[in-house]
């Protein structure tokens, strides 16, 4: 019987990356990760801090993923305005959480930058909270979406602390494989191979290295077997082609 | 009199992102580029080669944005897909375009090689080209939508060759400067500073650097003289946190 797949939406909130000002290096992280515990992201979105956006973006996609996973806007200040939006896409209050609270107050400051801090402890009523191996106030999850810091090593160390506690599906392995071919020279043997082994994604990724064209041909599904018998028929395609096979990788 | 903001999405066609196999660059470099001449990127979407998904995106990004820039999945093999979904999305047939398909026919190849690399030479029915200055077969534009290539080298080529040929909208600026404070702070003064400046865009984005917490505290906006008296502001309000404003930059 086939696993049902597990599925899951990246929302990048933030106006530096739009800007180009920052480069995002969060979503291939959480995609890596997720991946290795069964869960297939099938779409990232990368937001501005507005709130009409946010609020309808969590809205229209937790309805259609069974995860979205939100990276930014949880700070002290006025910028950070991801709780209130999550609430507001759950139609509920923003409480203080006791937990989060008692972590901030352990660092002791002048009133106001504690009532800073504290904006920190907000989550939406019935979140139940994202730890943050870090130290630092934690995230949130409500429902099905998961509420993490923007900062690369925050997000990491809180998206670490849900490894075996969320839902799994079938892990997709891939099988890879390069050849300094151009993609055309190859594209109807791969176009064969793909028709025979319907499931399984071949993916054809042309790049260009020390002054030479080649591509990488990665196949990615469930069963490895398939992928493997899959592997062998690329390779005999490149070898026809007239080319080596290199750098065999599996996953 | 104000003028209209141009606004762009970019749309990241393509499996590998998803997967994490592959660090998505060309939304940094599109955000940039688009930047300086004017068009604000607000949204960005990644997205996989799947037919359906990318001819609703397209239908409903388009309908948003002034401008909608795709990149990957139109090259050679079967699963480039782009300009068939683009097709399908305006409701055109795919036809052979007399210009891609001379490019491609210069350089000699066995008929099968050259069937499949016809298959770059599709564009949907009334699209004009996007220039290729590599040399390749060129991308494709049909009414607000750009079609380019997924190799960031290439992407970047037919993107430079759009210069001076889009609208443009007034350019966003910006000021930075960043301090070695946590961001709770100074949060209060950015708070009341960005309530006295609606229509600029005040952020603070934290980050952890040789074992110390500090923020970047951004300005953007049109207006030079505005983010001018802002900037000082903002060092101002860091000064009275006690620190140092370092780093400050202007563009």
Sequence with gaps: ????????????????????????????????????????????????????????????????????FTTGGIGPTHDDITADCIAEAFGVDLVLHPEIASRIEK?????????????????????????????GPQGFRIENVFVMAGIPAVMQAMLSSLEGKLERGPVVLSRSVTA??????????????????????????????SDRYGTSLVIRGTEEERLDTMLEEVK?????????PQDVRKQ
Tied chains: 1, 2.
């Design 1 to 68: 019987m086939e696993q049902r797949a597990v599925t899951a939406c990246v929302l990048i909130i933030g106006n530096e990356i739009l800007s180009g000002r920052t480069q995002d290096v969060n979503l291939n992280h959480i995609a890596l990760t997720l991946g290795g515990w069964g869960i297939q992201v099938r779409e990232a979105r990368v937001i501005p801090d507005i709130h009409s956006v946010i609020v309808a973006t969590v809205n229209e996609t937790r309805a259609v993923y069974d995860y979205v």
């Design 107 to 135: 660092r002791p400051a002048p009133p106001d930058v504690m009532a800073s801090r504290m904006r920190m402890a907000r989550v939406p009523e019935g979140a139940t909270l994202v730890d943050n191996p870090t130290g």
């Design 236 to 244: 005999a395609a490149i070898i026809a082609a007239g080319e080596t």
């Design 180 to 209: 300094y071919l151009g993609e055309s020279q190859i594209a109807g043997a791969l176009r064969d191979i793909q028709a025979r082994y319907p499931g399984v994604d071949l993916g054809s990724y042309p790049f260009f290295r």
